[in-house]
């Protein structure tokens, strides 16, 4: 049993080497697939370079300066508070709301994010993801729309928040 063991201190989450960020770097894992990294953080980047052109012609005062801005106000705005689930009490299932932890607050958003852009089809993905966050900055876009989704199931389903 001589394998080698890992805990959470031995491999750590580098920030990326852009912007210096965990959170985008966790987020460039996410979107990467079948481990190509270096096509993945392309995809960020050139999202990034084009929500940073988009910021040069915004003439809101109050917009961000920076497209990193964007993605972390992005990221905020689509991270759920609550969410139902299901739970099996006397025989009927009840969809129960409860709260959502800061991990999986951050998770469901990531993976929002990603299911809207890959959804859509015939456009490069960095211009799809670009748009996309830069729409969930604004509280618009799909993200958004499965987060206001989930606010709305957990809202109706207030009634069974003592099953929890």
């Known amino acids: 049993m001589g394998g080698k063991s890992f805990t959470k201190s031995a491999v750590q989450l580098r920030p990326d080497p852009r912007f210096n960020d965990l959170q985008l770097s966790k987020f460039i894992n996410c979107i990467m697939v079948r481990g190509q990294k270096a096509t993945a953080q392309r995809i960020i980047y050139d999202a990034l370079d084009i929500i940073t052109q988009k910021l040069a012609k915004e003439t809101d005062p109050n917009a961000p300066k920076e497209s990193i801005a964007i993605f972390k106000m992005a990221i905020d705005n689509v991270k759920p508070f609550v969410e139902v689930r299901s739970k099996r009490i006397g025989g009927a299932n009840y969809q129960v709301p409860i709260q959502v932890n800061a991990k999986r607050q951050?998770?469901?958003?990531?993976?929002?994010?990603?299911?809207a852009i890959r959804g859509e089809k015939g456009r490069p993905i960095a211009s799809k993801l670009a748009d996309e966050l830069y729409s969930a900055a604004k509280k618009e876009g799909k993200a958004m729309a499965t987060r206001d989704q989930t606010h709305r199931m957990a809202e109706a389903n207030k009634a069974f928040a003592h099953f929890a």
């Open 106 to 115: 951050q998770s469901l958003a990531f993976r929002w994010i990603i299911d």
